[in-house]
């Protein structure tokens, strides 16, 4: 297992960490949503599909989707340690702006070997989470989820503190920058749009309109419940 994980390219680890995000999201990651999250040509994720199956790191259901087998998931999970570890180094250490971290440590992932990640983990004091407020996964492939649902599942009149932003694009978190909608930040709901489901909300103590788009990718923690979190 060792040296197929070893002989893994960086496109490989790409597709993997894809499909680990996708599946996370919806359970499963479908070609369409491949094609849009890598930004390539429909032909090439098809056929980077077939070898991921004929090697051992994905099952694929025609007109259903991709998911990743036992092995796939081992090598996703290990890209993503290495992926919010760089963007920790990126943002605590070398002080790059937030909304950039995302891209820059996709690329730098790939040349981080475990030589590396381990005394730059405890460099860093070893957080538990990127800047974004996703788990990062420990040496042995645990990642612990902290309890929390969407702000668009949030009632009326409901306060809540911003746990994580399920998605890392460079646009989205610019826009929730100039927001100030980080992690460890209160909101409340003031209203929703029966049209449109767009949120009325303040964050920080400021008021703001988000549409139900951008709110789906913010997750949150009921003030009520939010004890000591966990790690």
């Given at each position: 297992m060792s040296n197929t994980m070893e002989e893994v390219t960086p496109t490989v680890e790409e597709y993997l960490e894809c499909i680990y995000r996708l599946e996370e999201k919806y359970g499963l990651a479908r070609t369409r949503d491949i094609v849009k999250m890598m930004d390539v040509a429909p032909g090439t994720v098809t056929n980077t599909i077939e070898w991921l199956e004929r090697s051992g790191l994905v099952t694929h259901q025609p007109y259903r989707g991709v998911?990743?087998?036992?092995?796939?998931?081992?090598?996703?999970?290990?890209?993503?340690?290495?992926?919010?570890?760089?963007?920790?180094?990126?943002?605590?250490?070398?002080?790059?702006?937030?909304?950039?971290?995302?891209?820059?440590?996709?690329?730098?992932?790939?040349?981080?070997?475990?030589?590396?990640?381990?005394?730059?983990?405890r460099f860093l004091k070893h957080p538990k989470t990127c800047p974004h407020g996703n788990p990062i996964p420990n040496e042995y492939g645990v990642l612990i989820r902290e309890e929390s649902v969407s702000l668009t599942d949030l009632e009326v009149g409901s306060e809540s503190v911003i746990t994580r932003i399920i998605e890392e694009h460079k646009d989205l978190l610019q826009y929730l920058s100039e927001l100030g909608a980080f992690p460890g930040v209160v909101v409340k709901v003031l209203g929703r749009n029966p049209v449109d489901g767009s949120l009325k909300l303040t964050v920080g103590g400021k008021p703001h309109v988000l549409s139900s788009r951008i709110a789906s990718v913010i997750h949150v923690k009921k003030l009520a419940e939010d004890g000591v979190h966990r790690g």
């Open positions: 998911k990743l087998t036992s092995k796939g998931q081992m090598i996703a999970i290990r890209v993503l340690r290495k992926h919010r570890l760089a963007e920790r180094l990126l943002v605590d250490v070398l002080r790059v702006e937030w909304e950039k971290a995302h891209d820059l440590a996709c690329k730098l992932e790939h040349g981080l070997t475990e030589e590396v990640i381990k005394p730059l983990e």
